[in-house]
């Protein structure tokens, strides 16, 4: 397909390469691009012996030739189902938000909706930002949204950023480690709390951010919610004397989205997962 060629040589910046991303060869590829070009009348790319690079006629045609391949996948899976799914939920959830809140909705909601197909998948907040914006999800639960005229949100819960660690240490901050939850939150740390990772170690792992702290003794910000449990048993203390920071999880949604998704889907996610954030939170 034309138009996966054309992305696969815009993202690797060679003829080359885009041929063993797309499994043909490099003359394929060459006669592929070709053909693009002769059909929209404008050079696609400039090609050196380095490689190739878009030009500014290329750069905008690349939002289109996502969305076409999009609408291409999108097409062989609706017509790949089952008769009795109608629709497809394309949905993304953050690594940390899946254990307490996410597996349990799309339990119910496989359930509740069965003309529904679901295509789900987990990831941070950067990725699926990014994949709502390109039209590769309808729905995601995040901490971090990015904001767009498109893409709809709103607020699901609070869930304050707690310090915790494996016991009472006042030399805590020589095992501090700093876990990412977003360029905000990560600059309120290190400019109003005053915190550096003296141990070397930055965490981007979600949920397994937490494992790390217990099995390895350290300390770290994580969401509220992802700490009552071991909070409750014992395995992690609340070290208090550094405040709350301000956190919340989202919903957002692709604006324009089939309405029964929109309405139905959309409201049920939300009662769901407001319902268990306030059954969490009366844990602590």
Known sequence: MSF??????????????AALSVNASA?????????????????????????????????????AARQIVR?????LHDVSLPEQFTRTVHFGGQYALWADYLLSWLSAARHDFEDIAFSVTSGASQRLNRDLAEGRLDIA?????????DVAAEMLFRDPLILVGPKKDKDWRSHYVHIDWGPALSTEIAINHNLRPVTGLNLDLGVLSKEWLVLNNMYGFIPK?????????????????VGELEN???????????????????????????K????????V
């Open 225 to 241: 919610s992802l700490a009552v449990a071991d909070l409750v048993a014992g395995r992690l203390q609340h070290i208090d004397e």
């Open 27 to 63: 003359s394929t590829v060459t006669e592929r691009i070709k053909q693009l070009e002769h059909s929209t009348g404008v050079q696609l790319f400039d090609r050196d012996r380095r490689g190739c690079r878009l030009t500014a006629a290329g750069l905008k045609f690349r939002d």
């Open 4 to 17: 996966q060629t054309f992305l696969a040589a815009a993202e690797t910046g060679s003829f080359a390469s």
């Open 248 to 274: 919340a999880a989202y919903i957002c949604w692709r604006r324009g989205i089939d309405s029964i998704i929109e309405e139905d889907v959309i409201d049920h996610l939300k009662a769901r997962i407001t």
């Open 276 to 283: 268990q954030s306030l059954s969490l939170t009366c844990e």
């Open 71 to 75: 609408a291409w996948q999108l097409g």
């Open 141 to 149: 639960v995040m901490y971090n949204p990015v904001f767009r005229r």
